[in-house]
């Protein structure tokens, strides 16, 4: 081992030494201790709290100028931003990290477990928030002061952080805070962890995600319910025309039906990297329905290379009391997930066309909010850089997956901030996030460690940098 490799092994040391002397999941533990419930306004001071009390002290020992930003949207929760600078001619890293969770659903996770407490069982350590997003930016910052100490306080580049407080109910304010501060956050490149690994044995880095397009389509006959004895037949039931309607956007089987709403074709590039990619199988997985959807693809494209159009809710009448009367108003709320190269800001009057040509004019459309879809070019030079330092630490593999399935809120980094972004994810698909018994495995959090250490320490490293140049390319 020579000298540069010994004192990239020690920077590793250390960060791992936090691991087993127990530090990490100190920290950690009074990290998921805080309610921070960005669904709740009852949480509203504590969302504060964990970025004052927790993160802010953290980022000054590190040598970080941190500022809290108030939320461009009001009344939605804080943001924070940090700043460390060596020397304005270095290269500058930006990182991210959320720290609001979802809701504990306490009592509903297996027995003796709360999820405002860390828990160990073997490998896994529950609590709401270890998995999304606290465990993965204790991390990266754990990692990040690894490389500090290693090198006895410096890095050999600048860093910025934005961290938000709202990304469970949608990041509000995130891309406007990215416009309002994009001198602040000029950087050059891009690293968060958040999301899940392919699986929990395949070390994965994902360059963006698919998109999302909610929207809720409705149909009110302003008749009221009337009994079906006296009136069915004659009157409008607006549950048979709503479902009706459903049937032409998506088949029995969930097949998108409409072309604006598909995606484009998948690249031989693209699907070299995902055409093989393992699907479910966990023990705690649902079962893959081979006929799902686009058939001709594999389990791997549909999931990361293709659209889908899920119908989340749908309601007409009561189940829980039905009674005998034609239902007065039907309404249903569907996602489409979608990959890059998607047209989906014309989604909303393209579906106002299909359905007024299929005579469903009286049907309502309503759009509840998106994301865009984000990809970057598997071939750029900052995924190889990536993947190359987590090989070395990891001394085996890692997987490139050009987007993760699910959305998150990559675009304010990649399309507001023009970024190379690479996502380097320390949980898995069963982790349980947004449900009862959400957890880390340790494992995962040990090769996060060592990941993270070694691409902060070779940022360090000027003859490991020259892919800076062609980062604008």
Known sequence: M?????????????????????????????????????????CGPMLEKYLDDEITPQLEKLGFRCQRIDNPQPGMPPLLL???????????LLLYGHGDVTDGQEGKWDEDIEPWKLTFVDDRVYGRGTADNKGQHCVNLTALEAVITARQGTLGYNV??????????????????????????????FLAS??????????????????????????????????????????????????????????????????????PAISDEVSRLIRDLPVGGGASDPIIDPSWGEKALSDGERLYGSNTLEILALGAGSLEKPIG???????????????????????????????????FEAIELEILGGYAATRLDPGHPWVEFVASSAEQSLGEPVHILPNLGGTIPNHCF?????????????????????????HLL?????????????????????HKRHFLSNVGA
């Open 2 to 42: 020579t000298n540069a490799q010994a004192c990239r092994q020690h920077a590793i040391d250390l960060a791992l030494n936090e691991l087993s002397n127990g530090n990490f999941y100190r920290v950690l533990g009074r990290r998921v201790a805080m309610r921070t419930v960005s669904q709740s306004t009852e």
């Open 82 to 92: 940090g700043e460390r600078l060596e020397d304005e001619a270095l290269p500058t």
């Open 160 to 189: 910025k952080i934005l961290f938000e407080m709202g990304e469970e109910i949608g990041s509000p304010g995130l891309e406007e805070t990215c416009r309002r501060y994009r001198e602040a956050l000029k950087s050059d490149l």
């Open 194 to 263: 958040d999301g899940p690994r392919i699986r929990d044995t395949m070390p994965t880095l994902f360059l963006g995600s698919r998109g999302v397009l909610q929207f809720k389509l409705s149909l009110d006959t302003g008749n009221g319910d009337r009994h079906s004895g006296n009136w069915g037949g004659v009157i409008t039931n607006a549950a048979a025309v709503l479902s009706n309607a459903l049937a032409t956007l998506v088949s029995q089987s969930g097949e998108v039906l409409v072309d604006f709403l598909k995606a």
């Open 325 to 359: 009367a034609v239902p007065e108003r039907a309404e249903a709320v569907l996602q489409l997930r979608f990959v890059k190269g998607t047209d989906w800001q014309g989604a909303e009057a393209k579906l106002r066309r299909h359905l007024a040509e299929k005579g």
């Open 414 to 438: 990649a399309d507001v901030l023009t970024l190379p972004t690479v996502w380097l994810p320390h949980s898995y698909p069963a982790c349980n996030q947004h449900a009862p018994n959400e």
């Open 442 to 462: 340790n494992t995962i959090v040990e090769q996060g460690l060592e990941m993270a250490t070694g691409v902060f320490w070779d940022l360090g490293e000027p």
